[in-house]
């Protein structure tokens, strides 16, 4: 069994993305092309075969795969992003999966962002957010309960999505914007907060005993490093501008 990361490539109308917390900023599409193919470079030497579903006209926030679905051992479930822009993402992610996981999916009315959900162990994080709503969330409740998760909702408003603000570093280790979440949602879980400086630090991947981070916050980085966790710094300064983070150019599944 091996680590597959499923990516997608950066679309040439990045420039017209969807925006919520951010200002419009010009990013040049032809560095983020390249620090998206170093972050794939990364995801390889970490150990993941990578695969890139091509991106179509007008997928303008294509690369943020991670918002199309979830994926666990048991299933994969196709999301419904809660930007309409996006709705149309989804089918060209849809047929890779199914190659390796039986398919469930989200139905109107309810939306749902990858981002919005943490998945630790057998719980689900869902960030009840601008993107993701209460039937999205009861949606994925009832799909995944039969596969032994539990979802738990967590109200956002801050950021974009919950995991803007809270990730996984280490096996039972969160870190956490306490800014823009509270730590209460997470009191099962060691907590450490970001650099107060840099506020979008919270998002990283954690890939085995790695962390994938962006080389634009080395306050909270140095933070992780004297806690012993192993920071693999990725610069994404280009996607970062379109509101993307670690976590939102892939999706890891074991197959
Ligand atoms: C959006 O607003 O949908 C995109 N511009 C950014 C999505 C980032 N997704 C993520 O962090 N999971």
Redesign the pocket.
Known sequence: MGLIAITREVNTAIGS????FLQRGSIDTALAVQQHQNYQSVLSSLGCEIIVVPTEPGL??SV?I??TAIVLDEIAVLLR?G?AS?RPEVAGVEAVLRQYRTLASIQPPGTL????LLRIDNIIFAGLST?SNQSGIEQLRNIVIDHGFRVEAVKTTKC??L??AVSEVAPGTLLINPDWISGSSFSDYELIDINKEESHAA?SLLLGQNVMFPASFPRTADKLMTRGINVTPVDLSELQK????T??CSLILTA
């Open positions: 993305c969807e925006l919520t303008a926030d943020f991670e918002d992003p930007a996006r962002d990858g981002g919005d993107r974009l999505h995991k803007s998002n379109a509101e993307g983070a976590t939102c």
